[in-house]
């Protein structure tokens, strides 16, 4: 039997599809640095192996899966060559392994990973059903039907698939330190919409997404009556969001869903959208949507005395709104509090003004430092810059954490895309100290 080794296996990415690989029946191991990232847990419940980086982890007979933040001259890729064996970038091998199932692409630069949770859980309560997630998830079935997976824009990695379909949830402009506008983030979607095999389910309330050419149908969804499956009679309330579809100006069902925010609904209407596609009932859509429990990172609570904390992944202006829009929902009456970690200093520096204005949608804002990216350099740009757009915010540290006891019985949305986590780490202990006080 073939062994499976994974060069970088605590990758977001990697470890979904070593998790995939193992339920699935096959033999895994992989290696990566030795620091802690929360993506290697569901891999030690598995109780598969992972080794620090050596070349010696390379053993005849195998097939490497290489990570791509890990270039050729690899120690343990160098020495897969010298024996011979194979390796296959990430991308190439899962391009090559979805062509075994039903495959489902979701992409757009904003909500991919709550919708391929979304879809995978709503789908697999038809049938069987394989998943890979971005935020580090990911299973196998031995007799999956479909395959649900996160596609990513950036540096083009999608294009290494040839999904049966594609669901593209928005484009907007991100990744500045790679695309060069907004064309050529459109440029790079319409090419994934060439090499689709089935459909292409798109949000039609997305200006960009209007533009997108195919050889096979666009079906598209939104609260516009333009579109194909259209959501109306909204009500929102603090236990959820209720609406009715209409498909082609014809009463389809009655949804309600335990999420918040108009960004839950887009998600969710693509996913009734996928589902009529494949034929999937409403009942089974319904029956699924009451039982969802999100995935990690997005609008995860944890409540502390009155203290509600929230850890999302919003790192883009669009993202920052979403959020804050999804708290007032649930929150009404609570104050709302953002504490932001901007993520690289190009993103950063390209959306200065949006990230002020969304993060003054918050009661209060309070900045981290700057999470940079090591492919880039500071230049003369600081967390300062940011501050001095938002009236009475302010700059904390994990050692100053404790200011935020000033708002008390508050939500505090804890965003970003680095290691925010730490901020909330401090604050979490700062609450439960005073607790025992």
Same mark, same amino acid.
């Given at each position: 039997m073939?062994?499976?080794?994974?060069?970088?296996?605590?990758?977001s990415?990697?470890s979904?599809?070593?998790q995939i690989?193992?339920?699935?029946?096959e033999?895994?191991?992989?290696?990566?640095?030795d620091?802690?990232f929360?993506?290697?847990?569901?891999l030690?419940?598995?109780?598969?192996?992972?080794?620090?980086?050596?070349?010696?982890n390379?053993?005849?007979?195998?097939t490497v899966?290489?990570?791509?933040?890990f270039?050729?001259?690899?120690?343990?890729?160098?020495?897969?060559?010298?024996?011979?064996?194979?390796i296959?970038r990430y991308?190439?091998f899962l391009?090559?392994y979805?062509?075994n199932?039903i495959?489902i692409?979701?992409?757009?630069a904003?909500?991919?990973?709550?919708t391929?949770?979304?879809?995978?859980?709503?789908v697999?309560?038809?049938?069987?059903t394989?998943?890979?997630?971005?935020?580090?998830?990911g299973?196998g079935?031995?007799?999956a039907?479909?395959?649900?997976?996160?596609?990513?824009?950036?540096?083009?990695?999608?294009?290494?698939?040839?999904?049966?379909?594609?669901?593209?949830?928005?484009i907007d402009f991100?990744?500045p330190?790679?695309?060069a506008?907004i064309?050529?983030v459109y440029s790079?979607?319409?090419?994934l919409a060439l090499?689709?095999?089935?459909?292409?389910i798109?949000c039609?309330d997305?200006?960009q997404?209007?533009?997108?050419?195919?050889k096979?149908?666009?079906?598209y969804?939104g609260?516009?009556?333009?579109?194909?499956?259209e959501?109306?009679?909204v009500?929102?309330?603090t236990?959820?969001?209720?609406?009715?579809? /209409?498909v082609?100006?014809?009463?389809?069902?009655?949804f309600?869903?335990?999420?918040?925010?108009d960004h839950?609904v887009?998600?969710?209407?693509?996913?009734?959208t996928l589902?009529?596609?494949?034929g999937?009932?409403?009942?089974?859509?319904?029956?699924?949507?009451y039982?969802y429990?999100?995935v990690?990172?997005?609008?995860?609570?944890?409540d502390?005395?009155?203290?509600v904390?929230?850890d999302?992944?919003?790192?883009h202006p669009t993202?920052?709104?979403?959020?804050?829009?999804?708290?007032?929902?649930?929150f009404?009456?609570h104050?709302?509090v953002?504490?932001?970690?901007p993520h690289?200093f190009t993103?950063t520096?390209?959306?200065?003004q949006?990230?002020?204005?969304?993060?003054s949608?918050a009661d209060?804002?309070?900045?981290?430092?700057?999470?940079?990216s090591?492919?880039e350099?500071?230049g003369a740009l600081?967390?300062?810059?940011?501050?001095?757009?938002?009236?009475?915010?302010?700059?904390?540290?994990?050692?100053?954490?404790?200011?935020?006891t000033?708002?008390?019985g508050?939500?505090?949305l /804890?965003?970003g895309?680095?290691?925010?986590?730490k901020f909330?780490?401090?604050?979490?202990a700062v609450l439960?100290?005073?607790e025992?006080?």
């Open positions: 073939t062994v499976f080794h994974f060069t970088g296996i605590k990758g990415g990697m979904s599809l070593a690989l193992f339920d699935a029946g033999q895994v191991q992989g290696s990566d640095v620091k802690y929360f993506t290697e847990q569901p030690r419940e598995r109780d598969i192996p992972i080794f620090t980086f050596n070349a010696n390379i053993k005849e007979g195998m899966i290489a990570g791509n933040a270039p050729d001259d690899h120690p343990e890729l160098v020495r897969a060559r010298e024996i011979g064996v194979e296959i991308h190439k391009g090559e979805i062509g199932y495959s692409a979701i992409t757009g904003h909500g991919k990973t709550s391929t949770g979304l879809m995978s859980h709503v697999g309560g038809y049938k069987p394989s998943y890979l997630i971005g935020d580090g998830t299973a079935h031995e007799n039907d479909f395959f649900v997976m996160e596609a990513c824009e950036y540096r083009r990695h999608f294009l290494a698939y040839n999904p049966d379909y594609a669901v593209m949830t928005n991100d990744h330190d790679y695309f506008n064309e050529d790079a979607f319409q090419s090499q689709v095999k089935k459909a292409i798109a039609g997305d200006e997404l209007q533009r997108i050419q195919a096979v149908p666009v079906v969804y609260f516009g009556a333009e579109n194909d499956f959501a109306r009679n009500e929102k309330t236990e959820g969001t209720k609406f009715d579809v /209409f082609r100006n014809e009463f389809y069902s009655t309600f869903i335990p999420l918040f925010g839950a887009l998600n969710t209407l693509a996913v009734i589902c009529e596609y494949e999937i009932s409403p009942d089974i859509i319904q029956e699924r949507l039982t429990k999100g990690k990172r997005r609008f995860t609570e944890t502390i005395g009155d203290n904390l929230i999302d992944y919003a790192h993202e920052i709104r979403a959020t804050i829009q999804s708290a007032r929902q649930k009404p009456d104050e709302l953002a504490i932001f970690q690289t993103r520096q390209a959306f200065l949006d990230f002020a204005d969304s993060l949608l209060t804002a309070y900045l981290c430092d700057i999470f940079g090591a492919r350099t500071q600081s967390i300062q810059d940011l501050a001095s757009l938002i009236e009475g915010s302010a700059v904390i540290t994990t050692e100053g954490i404790d200011i935020l000033k708002h008390q508050a939500v505090f /804890f965003m895309a680095g290691d925010v986590h909330q780490d401090a604050f979490e439960k100290n005073n025992t006080a």
